[in-house]
């Protein structure tokens, strides 16, 4: 035993004598039996225990952010933009509806009159009219004035005979029809306007348009359009007539 513990003295000694002596001797190799010893003595670098999963921290690149821990900020990507079909302002291709029927254009009126003009609001429809034909809308514009609205489904000189024939009518019973409206507010001192409505004007109606002077007449072209409901409609005013080319 004690031959033993002097030999360990011995190797301690030896160890610490080598480490002293610096790099130039730290190669030196150590006696038998002493490495296994030496090596509770010796100094290693510590190495810290990676978790796996678990990437090392990298330092920033040039112009890259850090977060006040100290790590980096990977730059998100962003994802490719996609087209929402809901997208509002997205335009959207529209096609031409294949008919339209007048009761149909007819009840859209009854209910969106306003659509031709802004302020104008129906109310009255299908009014008999003595050798005329029934006036297909009476409404009211925004300055109490009376107006006749008619419309046809198809290209036709007749609806120009049949509003101006209701516009008679009107202006030679006005009593009548100050007291059928009492309860609307109607201007009956001024003369009742005049909508003609249709998908086309003819030539023909456009060269006899052309010399009217009186009544006031507008003229509105409707588009029908297929949309995901149903069948939605496009009106477009005409501007006024200087000739038979104008629209």
Same mark, same amino acid.
């Given at each position: ?9 011995q ?11 610096g ?25 810290e225990? =990676?978790? !796996?999963? $678990?990437? +090392?921290?990298?330092?920033?690149? *040039? #112009?890259? %952010?850090?977060?006040p821990?100290?790590?980096? =900020?990977q !730059?998100? $990507?962003? +994802?490719p933009?996609?087209?929402? *079909? #809901?997208? %509002? ?14 009761e149909?254009?007819?009840?859209l009126?009854?209910?969106e ?8 609001k ?16 009476f ?5 109490s ?6 419309l046809d ?19 030679r ?12 507010v ?6 009742p ?8 004007f ?25 949309v ?15 000739s038979?080319?104008?629209?």
């Amino acid at each position: 035993m004690y031959s033993e513990s002097r030999n360990t003295e011995q190797g301690l000694t030896e160890v610490e004598a080598s480490q002293s002596e610096g790099s130039g001797r730290s190669g030196r190799r150590l006696g038998r039996g002493l490495e296994d010893v030496s090596d509770a003595f010796l100094s290693y670098p510590v190495v810290e225990a =990676v978790q !796996p999963g $678990v990437s +090392e921290p990298q330092a920033p690149m *040039p #112009g890259q %952010p850090a977060d006040p821990a100290g790590e980096t =900020v990977q !730059p998100e $990507v962003p +994802e490719p933009a996609q087209a929402d *079909p #809901g997208e %509002p302002g997205r335009p959207v291709v529209l096609k031409p509806c294949s008919s339209l029927k007048r009761e149909q254009l007819l009840s859209l009126l009854k209910r969106e009159a306003a659509a031709l003009e802004e302020g104008l609001k129906t109310i009255d429809a299908d009014i008999p009219c003595d050798g005329c034909g029934a006036i297909d809308l009476f409404a009211v514009d925004p300055a109490s004035r009376l107006t006749i609205i008619d419309l046809d489904v198809s290209p036709s000189e007749m609806l120009l005979l049949r509003g101006i024939g209701h516009y008679d009518w009107a202006v030679r019973n006005v009593a009548s029809l100050e007291r059928m409206y009492r309860g609307h507010v109607i201007n009956f001192s001024q003369t009742p306007r005049l909508f003609l409505v249709a998908p086309q004007f003819s030539f023909l109606f456009r060269c006899a348009a052309r010399q009217i002077t009186s009544p006031q007449i507008r003229w509105f072209r409707y588009h029908p359009v297929a949309v995901a409901e149903g069948t939605g409609v496009l009106f477009e005013a005409v501007p006024g007539l200087r000739s038979a080319y104008d629209f």
